[in-house]
């Protein structure tokens, strides 16, 4: 427990400070997971390039994309935090994976979860056959079924997004956020609620209903979140619970990657909330 919180003297390949607990997390991942013959490549958030299972390993079937440690502005805070992960099946020949087994679709996942460490340790996951979430029981150190097939109503009882860059945001967001607030009446009228830990953000919002918006803006003309580590396993799981997950314009599953790093606008949560957005911004930012 010594030692473990704030800055680690490292960047990351988006330039951003990396925290301690970033580095000993994306660390443990690969040393759980990489030598157990069923994963070929490995590719972090925190890291800049794919780390190929080394043949002494037995390249397994398997690619694997991770966000070890999400949440970080809240990680010294003791506020929920979470670990996403996203499972491709490979697309080389065999032995060490290579960039094109990381550079798949998000519609090609075989399996996507998070696990958020929050006042409970649960883990959500999707095979594509519905949504389902364990939590983890301490006594005995396993992961216990909880809620079996999840479902998000169509319409949800929140709306998160970091309102300090409204100065940002189209007229269309601004329109949608005022609506939440009622401006437009009852009909869409909401609770806010950001943690700013996209997992316990999205977490509540699966549960409960409601939508979680980080548009591209002036200062971030591409979004911020991470389409291959944070956006396409959330969406795998958005969809699979009857919800949406889009960058605005199109469903994030139907994004062909081109950078191992590239960024999305992301749009996700309840059906009926995410097409309200998405319809809102057509009307008033133009399609
Ligand atoms: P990382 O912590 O993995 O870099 O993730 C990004 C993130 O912290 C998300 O968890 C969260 O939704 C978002 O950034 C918060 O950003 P902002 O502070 O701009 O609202």
């Not at 330039?15 to 990489?34: C, F, H, P, W, Y």
């Not at 409960?208 to 548009?215: E, I, K, L, R, S």
């Not at 200062?219 to 959330?234: C, F, H, I, V």
Request: include cysteine; hydrophobic fraction near 35%; glycine fraction near 10%.
């Amino acid at each position: 427990m010594v030692d473990i919180l704030g800055a680690a003297s490292g960047t990351n390949i988006y330039g951003e400070r990396q925290q301690k607990l970033d580095v000993i997390a994306n660390d443990t991942m690969k040393q759980m997971i990489s030598w157990t013959g069923r994963v070929c490549v490995m590719a972090s958030e925190e890291d800049d390039e794919p780390f190929p299972i080394p043949e002494e390993f037995n390249p397994g079937k398997y690619a694997m994309l991770h966000d070890p440690l999400d949440g970080s502005s809240n990680f010294d805070f003791n506020v929920s935090i979470g670990t996403i992960f996203s499972i491709h099946r490979r697309v080389s020949g065999s032995g060490p994976g290579t960039l094109e087994d990381c550079l798949q679709k998000g519609r090609n996942q075989v399996a996507a979860g998070y696990v958020m460490h929050g006042s409970s340790t649960v883990l959500v996951y999707t095979t594509g056959d519905g949504v389902h979430a364990f939590t983890m029981d301490p006594t005995i150190g396993e992961f216990r079924l909880i809620n079996p097939n999840i479902e998000t109503p169509p319409v949800g009882k929140y709306y998160s997004i970091n309102e300090s860059y409204y100065h940002r945001w189209s007229n269309g967001y601004r329109r949608v956020v005022s609506a939440f607030k009622g401006s437009d009446g009852v009909d869409h009228r909401k609770n806010a609620r950001y943690i700013g830990s996209l997992v316990a953000d999205f977490h509540r919002n699966l549960l409960a209903g409601g939508v979680f918006m980080y548009p591209a803006d002036s200062e971030t003309p591409d979004g911020k979140l991470r389409l291959l580590y944070e956006a396409a396993p959330l969406a795998f799981i958005a969809e699979q619970a009857g919800g949406a997950a889009t960058d605005g314009k199109q469903p994030i599953l139907d994004i062909q990657p081109t950078s191992l790093h590239q960024r999305t606008p992301l749009l996700i949560g309840s059906k009926e909330d995410v097409a309200y957005v998405e319809a809102t911004i057509a009307e008033v930012d133009g399609a």
